[in-house]
């Protein structure tokens, strides 16, 4: 039987494999478990192995598709999964009600069949339906398949990384171990993915709701001087904007700038990473004038960012472009946030992931060829004594092409310390003179590497479980006229990535702008 069904199944993912809109094939076809009997098997209903085989080949399943439904029943031993003796499962309900959430969120009416939903339907009603079984066998099999598809559609995303400039290497979900561990859990507090998608798609279910309730009205305001204690109609438009969106009670609709409505604008201001001073200026006007239409939008599109992210690591550095900042997180606890500076739109910052090995202070800065030759080489043409008034020197001659480096000093572009994470696009964290651009909201302004406001902070935690690194030591090495690289004892992974909306620790919802236009990008492949 066993020969057969490989034989059987074989052939018709080979059949199916050689026409032209195939795919290739890259999940292995694994044995059968036949170590399941009727002693320890979950429930007695089983099928046959032809009619797997057989439904493939009428629904017109390929490869990887295939062999994932193959597998699964192969490692049950044939088992059905989605009933028992007494009718559907739990587990079966639990995954029919995501089914047709999912449905109706995506719109998606070939998702299910009028068949498949009408006897859906009738199996969550108390009374057992009566059915064939050949038709049990059906929707059985019509249930996997449909499983398959929703991880497809709802984990695994529906846009190329790498289209999107997006080179950290994506989780790898396993179909069939997915599978089993959603029959295991019942369908109870079942993530598959990263808790960070979790947290987002929770914060959309609400604005889903706001939309479908109308929305929010827009605010016209003349008077950006607006301030506690201050009575104006544009005072009543802002508390009704901010009570559609549950920010603030729908109850107070007076004309009277209160403290309550303060906190609200301040809590809001914090939501877009706007100084928390409790007045309407134009930037908060700008944020609260974005329909709930574009911000549902913009959380879909970080979610489908957040499908990609491979699976937290407990100790890890996390720098969001949009936001500036950079996060530090030790056993998964959040030990630090710095302000950064990133590349300037026509310098875009990089987005992937490598590991933290090593520290330099007081690091030479190699001028990369670029800067030479659209800044250094105009700038000495102008004065024959720029290098030497900006700490420079000639290393060589490579193509007629000076090889230009900045000696360590406090001049130097890279600041007094950077830290490397080795890399193929030769970014890395650093230093910078220039402190004055951390007191800027909008912070992109570097050439692609990162900039960081307290590169000793940062340098003092990673070598912590070094003892002969104290602080003394570091502001030592981070002002001598030589270099020095420390090699750390536990590499720490490094995550540089690009959310506008997620959920923060605090359980806070935040926003940010789409200063790249990647969100623009993705919006293109998933919307249209």
């Known amino acids: 039987m066993f020969r057969q069904l490989i034989a059987t199944v074989s052939f018709v993912i080979l059949v199916i494999s050689c026409s032209n809109n195939a795919g290739s094939r890259s999940v292995a076809l694994m044995p059968r478990d036949t170590t399941i009997t009727e002693q320890n098997a979950f429930t007695l209903l089983t099928l046959d192995s032809s009619a797997v085989a057989n439904f493939i080949s009428a629904e017109g399943i390929v490869n990887d598709e295939a062999v994932n439904i193959v597998n699964f029943y192969n490692h049950r031993n044939y088992q059905y999964a989605w009933f028992n003796e007494d009718g559907l499962t739990e587990q079966g309900e639990a995954f ?28 969550l009603e108390p009374a057992r339906p009566e059915v064939k079984n050949d038709t049990l066998a059906l929707i059985e099999l019509l249930l996997t398949k449909h499983f398959f598809e929703y991880l497809q559609k709802s984990f695994k995303g529906k846009v190329d990384p790498q289209e999107m400039q997006w080179y950290i290497p994506r989780r790898k979900l396993n179909d069939q171990s997915i599978l089993d561990s959603f029959l295991t859990s019942s369908g109870k507090k079942w993530e598959p993915l990263n808790k960070s998608f979790y947290k987002l798609d929770s914060a959309l279910v609400v604005y889903v709701q706001i939309a479908k309730d109308g929305g929010w009205p827009l605010i016209e305001i003349a008077n950006f001087k607006l301030a506690k204690g201050m009575k104006s109609p544009e005072v009543a438009q802002i508390k009704k904007r901010l009570a559609a969106g549950g920010d603030f009670s729908k109850k107070d609709t007076s004309q009277v700038f209160n403290t309550p409505l303060e906190e609200a604008i301040k809590k809001l201001q914090k939501t877009y990473g706007l100084a928390e001073t409790g007045k309407p200026d134009k930037q908060f006007l700008a944020q609260v004038n974005i329909t709930v239409e574009d911000r549902v939008r913009q959380m879909k599109i970080n979610l489908e960012r957040m499908r990609w992210m491979p ?59 670029s800067i030479v030759e659209k800044e ?153």
Not at 398 to 415: T, Y
Not at 489 to 497: E, I, K, N, S, T
Request: hydrophobic letters at 40%; a positive charge.
């Open 96 to 123: 029919w009600n995501l089914h047709q959430a999912n449905a109706e969120e995506l719109k998606d009416s070939a998702s299910s069949s009028k068949m498949l939903h009408r006897y859906m339907t009738n199996f």
């Open 311 to 369: 699976e937290d690591n407990a100790d890890r550095l996390w720098a969001n472009i949009p936001e500036f900042k950079l996060h530090v997180f030790e056993n998964n606890k959040e030990e630090m946030v710095i302000n950064i500076v990133v590349g300037k739109a026509a310098n875009r910052t990089v987005i992937f992931s490598d590991s933290l090995r090593y520290i330099v202070f007081s690091p030479y800065w190699n001028v990369p060829t």
């Open 376 to 528: 250094i080489l105009p700038a000495m043409a102008r004065n024959s004594n720029y290098l030497n008034r900006n700490n420079m020197e000639i290393l060589k001659y490579s193509n007629g092409q000076p090889v230009i480096r900045q000696k360590p000093g406090r001049a130097n572009s890279l600041g007094k310390v950077k830290f490397l994470f080795p890399n193929r696009y030769n970014i890395y964290f650093h230093d910078t003179p220039a402190k004055t651009l951390f007191s800027n909201q909008q912070r992109a302004f570097s050439h692609g590497c990162i900039r960081l406001q307290k590169p000793f902070e940062l340098a003092k935690f990673l070598l912590k479980d070094q003892p002969a690194w104290n602080d003394l030591r570091i502001e030592t090495a981070m002002n001598q006229e030589k270099e020095e690289w420390v090699s750390l004892r536990l590499p720490r992974p490094v995550y540089v990535v690009y959310f506008t909306a997620w959920v923060d620790q605090e359980g806070f919802l935040n926003f940010r702008d789409d200063i790249y236009s990647h969100d623009e990008r993705m919006a293109e492949h998933l919307f249209n």
